[in-house]
């Protein structure tokens, strides 16, 4: 069984007893807090965008930031509301910045790309980012964006 196979099946049978993966290259256990993993492999750059997801494209974030959840739903106003929560693996402060992109049945903007947004995470915390559309009835699939801050 390769690195890669077993990674996949230990995250898979920590997520179905309540942990979640942080990505890095090492293995951080805190008994009150997410246990973060190593790395899987990443996709090669020419792979096709997921949607509904949230991608982290700087990889200076790599081991240092996680993904805890991606939530979203329509608001009372018949707007799409998107948010992350973030976990920073490192006892150091991180910084991050998300954007996010609203699209049609047909994977075409529904609106322009929303500004980078920044969130503080100070060490071993969480930070919540979130963004919701402007158009109401159009909004079929979203996919977030994720790099350093700058």
């Known amino acids: 069984m390769n690195g890669t196979v077993l990674l996949r099946k230990i995250v898979g049978v920590a997520g179905l007893l309540g942990f979640t993966a942080c990505a890095g290259p090492t293995v951080v256990a805190a008994p009150t807090g997410p246990t973060c993993f190593p790395t899987v492999p990443a996709a090669p750059a020419a792979a096709t965008l997921s949607l509904n997801t949230v991608g982290i494209t700087d990889a200076a974030l790599s081991g240092r930031v996680m993904v805890q959840t991606v939530n979203v739903r329509r608001q009372p106003a018949s707007t799409v509301e998107v948010w992350v929560r973030f976990f920073n693996c490192t006892d150091s402060p ?34 919540v980012y979130s963004e919701s559309s402007t158009d109401i009835s159009a909004v079929r699939s979203y996919y977030v964006e994720v790099r350093e801050g700058r």
């Open 94 to 127: 991180v910084q991050v910045e998300a954007r996010t992109h609203f699209m049609d049945e047909a994977q075409a903007p529904t609106e322009p790309v929303s500004g980078w947004t920044r969130v503080f995470l100070p060490g071993r915390s969480y930070g």
